[in-house]
């Protein structure tokens, strides 16, 4: 698996506990190798009007093209819209890489 191969996917929920269960969820099935959730302030336009509220970010670290398969894992998970985005890495560090090949080959 070269290094094109992997990506980052960017995920947000309503709080740490959906964004861990998710988490442990790709873990569990080999989807993802790490994830990484944090806290964030969520400003967004909902009905001609800005809203503010909390939210958590989850960033998972996955084969490319796997985000149907993470939204199948979230839709487990939660019902209501949320961003699902997958994010190409230019390049990664050879020590990641390998690291990474190395658990998702594992599978």
């Not at 302030?41 to 970010?57: D, F, K, N």
């Not at 839709?75 to 050879?94: A, K, M, W």
Request: aromatic share 12%; net charge negative.
């Amino acid at each position: 698996m070269s290094r094109e191969a992997i990506a980052l996917y960017y995920l947000t929920f309503s709080s740490p506990e959906e964004a861990q269960a998710v988490a442990y969820d790709l873990l569990h099935q080999k989807i993802a190798v790490c994830t990484n959730w944090f806290p964030i302030t969520c400003a967004y336009l909902w009905e001609g009007e800005i809203q503010q509220e909390t939210e958590t970010v989850l960033i998972v670290k996955a084969r490319a093209g796997v985000r149907e398969t993470i939204e199948e894992v979230v839709r487990q998970h939660i019902d209501y819209t949320q961003f699902i985005g997958e994010i190409p890495l230019v390049s990664v560090n050879e020590a990641f890489a390998g690291w990474f090949c190395n658990e998702i080959l594992k599978g």
